[in-house]
């Protein structure tokens, strides 16, 4: 007797099953909800994070037939190993090196203003850091940087870098950081009054970081224009949230660090 399947849609009518592809990092897909066209950079149980050519992340689920693939539609599906794509590059930009251990702390140091400044640097270079064996220390500001570098006494084998908010000809510290500079010793600064605004305000969802009268706390006057809370240790750690990489800061700050990292590694 004849089994008929339970189906009785016509072969040639059939919807053909949707090809998978393993998300590996690097693959260039489609979202044609949304146009969101990037190379993935990670992928977890259930989602997966593109990167568009501008820099800018978005996370999608993992759902049949969500994506194109070179104009076809396809399921992306987690590559065989069960690890986690890791992402190519650090925070800061540069080459990641999976598995590297940290290197024995080199005898020369960064020091930066402040404890916000240093848990920035820790999240956007710290990987860095790591590889190349640099520690870094906080000021609590930079009246007392002649009496650290002297008792620091930098030489060849231990370069000292130091970074100052609001570095400007004339000032205080201007006048301050160039009375220490010497040939071990490197104090950079950017143009900022603090290092929150060192983050692009896009990154934090605002146009621009306001002006704060002169004589009046920056932080405190900051949260006040902005109708934030005047508890400025939580409205930065909410800040920093947003910190995801080197394109949230601005290039002023960027290049400072990197100067200071070069200058203490390099003999």
């Not at 790591?130 to 009496?147: A, N, T």
């Not at 970074?163 to 950081?177: M, N, Q």
């Not at 146009?207 to 240790?233: F, I, M, S, Y």
Request: a negative charge.
């Amino acid at each position: 007797m004849r089994q008929y399947s339970a189906d009785l849609t016509p072969p040639w009518k059939r919807p053909k099953p949707v090809p998978e592809a393993p998300a590996e990092p690097g693959l260039v897909v489609e979202e044609p909800g949304t146009g969101f066209c990037g190379a993935v950079i990670r992928c977890e149980a259930g989602t997966v994070t593109l990167e568009d050519r501008f820099g800018k992340h978005r996370v999608f689920p993992l759902e049949p037939g969500g994506f194109l693939l070179e104009g076809r539609v396809v399921t992306l599906v987690r590559p065989a190993s069960s690890a986690p794509v890791r992402p190519t590059r650090t925070a800061s930009g540069s080459v990641a090196v999976p598995g590297a251990r940290a290197r024995v702390a080199r005898a020369g140091r960064i020091y930066v203003e402040g404890r916000h400044d240093a848990e920035l640097v820790e999240k956007v270079w710290g990987d860095d850091l790591r590889v190349e064996g640099v520690v870094v220390e906080y000021l609590e500001g930079v009246d007392d940087l002649p009496s650290i570098v002297a008792e620091f006494a930098p030489g060849p084998d231990a370069k000292l870098g130091v970074l100052v908010d609001h570095l400007l000809p004339g000032t205080k510290e201007w006048r301050i950081a160039r009375s220490v500079t010497s040939e071990h010793a490197l104090v950079v600064g950017h143009p900022y009054i603090d290092i929150w605004e060192a983050v692009k305000p896009s990154s934090v969802g605002i146009e621009a970081w306001p002006r704060v009268p002169h004589g009046q706390d920056w932080k405190t006057g900051v949260c006040r224009a902005l109708g934030w809370p005047e508890n400025t240790g939580a409205v930065w750690q909410a800040i920093l949230k947003r910190v995801g990489s080197y394109k949230d800061l601005e290039p002023e700050l960027l290049g400072r660090v990197e100067e200071l990292i070069d200058f203490v590694t390099v003999s």
